[in-house]
């Protein structure tokens, strides 16, 4: 009767085989969810950044209004407040980070308002890679 | 005989004991792992909850028609499972903030329409 033996160190080598396969598996689970958490922690400080910056815009805004509803100028009312006028609304800044600005805008005679994000930094374009650009 | 025997023994020991420690180092990662991506997705939805809230509010300025257009009763709580967000009125505005069970994940302010 022929017995069936498996090659001597098969089980060793199945052994290390599957280690190795925890070791990577588990360790790219972990970096793929540690990018995942920094991504979304990025993405709520943007939030909050954002809604912070509108927050402080706003709080100038009603400074300056309730300046102007007392009788100050449209300009006085915004400068004193810590804005500035620009000959039909006021403007009201509040940086959110180095390359962000939050601004507001407002008509003191309509109440109407706005707000936008104006990129502040320097664009440096990419020259490293050799793009075909028609010529 | 015995001692050939002795040693596949041994070797067998060996090898379940680094399997073993390998499982067990590789849980123990895999359970961190899971814990950071439901913290993450936790965080993700807590802050579109709170950034919608709190848009809301910037456009209407009543805290009880954000509480409706959020999809609760007109209540300062919104139950939105496995999330709880409250929405509470101060003298300047609205303060949102987005629990899971008794962990607040997310919170933030909104000052409500200029005038």
Redesign the interface.
Known sequence: MKRNILPPGI??LA?VF??LC??V???L??T???S??S???A??AN??KV??G??MC??L??TA?ALYNEGYSPEQAAESAGGSWNGEEMVFEWGIDENRVMVLT?DPQS?K?AEYLRYVGTWTPDTGLEVWDGQ | MRRGLDTFLTESLIMTAVLAIAAALSLSVFMKAGQMRRRAEDLSACSSLVYSAVQCYDACGDIKQVSRLMGGDGGENIELAPYTLLLKQDGEGMTAEAYRGDEMVFSAAAKGVIG
């Open positions: 089980i060793s052994v599957v280690c925890l070791t598996l588990s360790l689970c972990y793929s969810a540690k995942e958490l991504l979304a922690e993405s709520a939030k909050k809604l912070e509108s927050f706003r709080g805004a009603d209004m407002l109440g308002s």
